[in-house]
Each structure stands twice: as structure tokens, then as C-alpha cells.
DNA sequence: TGGTTATGTTGCATAGTGCAACAATTTCTC
DNA sequence: GAGAAATTGTTGCACTATGCAACATAACCA
């Protein structure tokens, strides 16, 4: 087989594992995330691994309209899972974060879905674990299509 | 450091790069996916991978409720994107499967999306790759929780 | 400082969703 | 094969999520 076969074969079992791997985490996210929606629960994520966010930001990368952004921070806020950190409602581009008790939900479904991948791994040695892990920061690190608000 | 440790940590990573890929993923076919919703194209995708399935295959596989499966698979028959094996719309456990439209459009779904992936790849070598997706395929082959239906 | 751009909110209309109830198809047991 | 039990897909209902458009104004920039 010439390598230009195999590396197209080889792209598309790597785009096909990728489908694989967003639909498992969405259906355990929709599964594991009540009382939250599944976007309620995005937008925890994302609040929580981009410090300094904004709302705008949010839009940006989940390709979700701003008044819906608008809204379900209204929801996270009143629920008391999220605030700004200006201390104050007023203005635009506040950074946004997690109150404590969003830090917390946060951390109890982080450790939920992480059992998923601790046992994915259980057959693992370090040393595959590790060149995993590379490979997928590698992957990651490439730049995604423009973004649209 | 220790292996444990080491191990925890790249566990950590490894879950911490699922949640960046499925993120995109999710932002991707928002993106891509119009004139479809992102569950019509969820659908579609899970009927085209999976050969044979049936409505409760994909409200399990997708978390979904039987109800929200049932009438996006009306709104997919009826644009004419999927359609039943049995080629008649009684009974129950019917089969289902993309017509030739759905099939274009999934195509087209598909070269789209696997173009960003082809990109990421760019500088990667042959043996990255093929290492790349058999890492992603042993992965993958681990077991996801149980279904609900 | 004044003009321009960016930002978050709100109204509106439409789409998505789960629960419950149901009918009937299918499976299972004897 | 008959009858019971389980499964399956649909529908009504009420609620939730979403994008577009319009808007006010905060923020930026020359």
C-alpha cells in the first residue's frame, strides 16, 4: 500500500474515532448532567477552563447565538452558579466565573465523566497513557475553522 | 515522580483534550451542519454508522427520549433523507437507513468536517498517524456506560 | 471629544424536549 | 398456537432552547 493510501486511510479512521468520541460525550453529558441541560453544563465547562471569559467568547466558541448565551448566563447566574468577576452586573465584556458552588458541581461531574476515561485506560501502561495524552494535546494545538458571532 | 502520579496526570490530560474535542466537535456541526439541526445531523450520522438501527438504538445511544427520536425521524422521512428498510412505514423495530439524498448530504457533512481534521494532521508523519488512530480505536473499543432508555 | 464598533438584552416566533398515556407490534412462556 | 408480557413508536401537553432583529449603551479609537 503507498503511504498516501495509508495516510488518507488513517485520516479517516482518526476522523471517524473523533465522530465516535464527541457523540459518547454528549450522550454521558446529557446523561450525567441533570439537573443541567447540556448547554447549562457547557457553559460550566468552558466558564471554567477559559479564565477571563466573556460572554462573547462563549458565542464565539460554541457557535451558539449571543442571546442565548445572554439568557443561560441569566439562568447560571440566578442559580447561583456563576458571576462576574467586576463584582458587579453592570457593563459589558465582564469576565465571568465560577461561584463556589458552581466550582463544586463542576468538580463532581468532572470526576463522573473522568471515571469513564480512567477505566477506558485501566489496561493502559504509563507510557501508552502518556503518548496519548501528547498526541492529543498535539492534535488539539491546531488551529480550528474561524469563528463566527 | 512517581508512576501513579504520573499516571493520574495524564489521565487528567487525556480527559481534559476529550472535553476540548468534543467541544469543537459539537461547535463544528452547529456550524456546518445547516440546513440541518445539530440532532438531525446527530441522527443522520448515527443511522449512516450504524447498519440496521432502529429508533430505540439511537434514543439509547444519543440519550434521547423515544418521543424526540420519533418525530425527528418524521422531520428526516419527510425531507427525504431517511427512509425504513422494510420500505413500508408499519410495524415496529423497523430498520432504517439513509436514502441516496441523506447519503450526499452525509458526504458532504463528512468531507467538510474531515477536511479540519486532514489540516490538524498536516505536519504529522504517516507512522504518527496510523499510531494516532489505532490509539483512538483501542480507546474507543472500552466499554460507555449503561444505556438508558 | 465625538464617531464608530462591540456588546449584552429583550421581544418574537419557531424548534426541541421529556413525561405520560396509549395502541399495537413483537416476544416470550407454556 | 394462544395468551400474557414486554417492547416499541406515536401523540398530546407543557415547558425549555434557539436565532433573528432591534435596541441601548458601553467601550474603543482617532
Redesign the interface.
Known amino acids: 500500500m503507498q503511504?498516501n493510501e495509508?495516510?488518507t486511510e488513517?485520516?479517516?479512521?482518526?476522523?471517524?474515532?473523533?465522530?465516535?468520541?464527541?457523540?459518547?460525550?454528549?450522550?454521558?453529558t446529557?446523561?450525567m448532567s441533570a439537573p443541567l441541560s447540556f448547554v447549562e453544563h457547557?457553559l460550566l465547562?468552558?466558564i471554567d477552563?477559559t479564565p477571563g471569559c466573556r460572554a462573547t467568547d462563549i458565542a464565539a466558541?460554541?457557535?451558539?447565538n449571543r442571546s442565548t448565551i445572554s439568557r443561560q448566563l441569566t439562568t447560571l447566574t440566578d442559580l447561583g452558579l456563576v458571576e462576574y468577576t467586576s463584582g458587579n452586573d453592570a457593563g459589558r465584556r465582564r469576565a465571568l466565573r465560577l461561584t463556589e458552588r458552581g466550582r463544586q458541581l463542576r468538580e463532581r461531574s468532572?470526576e463522573a465523566?473522568?471515571g469513564?476515561?480512567?477505566?477506558?485506560?485501566e489496561e493502559w501502561s504509563?507510557e501508552?497513557?502518556?503518548?496519548?495524552?501528547a498526541?492529543?494535546?498535539r492534535?488539539?494545538a491546531?488551529?480550528?475553522?474561524p469563528d463566527?458571532v
Open positions: 503511504d495509508k495516510r488513517d485520516i479517516d479512521a482518526v476522523y471517524n474515532q473523533m465522530e465516535v468520541i464527541s457523540r459518547r460525550a454528549v450522550a454521558r446529557r446523561r457547557s465547562v468552558f477552563t466558541d460554541l457557535q451558539l468532572v465523566q473522568r469513564v476515561v480512567t477505566s477506558r485506560l504509563v501508552e497513557i502518556a503518548s496519548f495524552a498526541a492529543l494535546a492534535f488539539n491546531g488551529p480550528e475553522e463566527r
